[in-house]
């Protein structure tokens, strides 16, 4: 139960920054990316995804993020 919260925080976190991708205001969506990063780590920090999955899921964001026109 307790990982399915943190698992379902995750895709929240994940969310937000496709939001703020989507609504095309680069800086909001390097904002809510700092603290989606942070998000990210401490769950794969704690196993309940594989660090790689982490890296994944920051480094798509990262480029969603820069290729923002």
């Known amino acids: 139960q307790h990982n399915a919260s943190l ?4 895709r929240s976190a994940v969310k937000d920054v496709r939001k703020a991708i989507d609504a095309g205001d680069k800086a909001a969506a390097k904002t809510v990316y700092q603290r989606a990063a942070g ?4 769950i ?3 196993n309940i995804i594989h660090k790689n999955k ?4 920051k480094s798509r964001l990262a480029a969603a993020i820069k290729g923002m026109a």
């Open 7 to 10: 698992r379902s925080e995750l």
């Open 54 to 57: 982490a890296a994944r899921h």
């Open 39 to 42: 998000t990210i780590d401490s």
């Open 44 to 46: 794969a920090d704690k």
